[in-house]
C-alpha cells in the first residue's frame, strides 16, 4: 500500500517539498486574487486624485472603479457594445458619441465636460453648425474648404459639420 504525497519541506514563496515512499518531488503553488479584490487593487493604482487626471481613457476609468462596475456593466447601461466602450477606456475608439458621454456623465455623476478633455470638449459643444454655418457663407464646398483651412482631405470637413460626436484629438 502506497501513502499519500506530503509536504516535507516549505522552500518559501510558494515552494515545497513533496514526498512519498521515499521519494521526493517539487511543489509550485500559484495564487492570485480574484473578482473584488482584483478590483480593489486595480483602484489602488486609481487611488490619485480625479483632478490630476488629464485624459478621457483615465477619467472613464477612474469614475468606473470608483464605482465599482465593470466594463460590461457600463456598456449595458449606455446601450452600447462592450467592445466599443472598452475602445472608450483605451483611447483608441475613433469618436466619444456625445450622447455616451452624456449618458457616462449621469452614471458616474460628474459633468460632461469633467470628462472631457479641452479639444473633446470643443467638439463636444457642436463647432460642426458652425463650422458648416461659415463654409456656407464663404460659398465652399467642402473640398474646398478643407484645402483652405490645411486639413488635407473633405473627411475631416464632413465630419466637422456633420453629426454630432466628440472626435478623438489626432485622428482624422
Not at 1 to 13: E, F, I, P
Not at 148 to 160: E, F, N, Y
Request: hydrophobic content about 35%.
Amino acid at each position: 500500500m502506497t501513502s499519500a504525497w506530503q509536504a516535507r519541506v516549505s522552500l518559501g514563496n510558494g515552494l515545497y517539498l513533496m514526498g512519498r515512499d521515499g521519494r521526493l518531488a517539487p511543489l509550485y503553488v500559484l495564487s492570485f486574487r480574484l473578482g473584488k479584490v482584483r478590483k480593489a487593487s486595480e483602484a489602488q493604482r486609481y487611488s490619485c486624485k480625479y483632478e490630476d487626471l488629464h485624459t478621457v481613457p483615465e477619467r472613464l476609468r477612474w469614475c468606473r472603479y470608483r464605482l465599482g462596475l465593470m466594463q460590461k456593466e457600463v456598456a449595458q447601461q449606455l446601450g452600447i457594445p462592450l467592445s466599443q466602450y472598452e475602445e472608450m477606456e483605451r483611447g483608441s475608439c475613433q469618436e466619444y458619441p456625445a450622447q455616451a458621454m452624456d449618458k457616462l456623465a449621469e452614471l458616474y455623476g460628474v459633468p460632461v465636460e469633467d470628462l472631457l478633455d479641452e479639444y473633446s470638449r470643443f467638439l463636444y459643444d457642436g463647432p460642426g453648425d458652425r463650422i458648416r454655418r461659415a463654409r456656407e457663407r464663404l460659398g465652399l464646398s467642402r473640398k474646398a474648404f478643407a484645402k483652405l483651412v490645411g486639413t488635407g482631405g473633405k473627411c475631416a470637413i464632413g465630419r466637422w459639420d456633420g453629426k454630432r460626436s466628440v472626435k478623438r484629438a489626432g485622428r482624422s
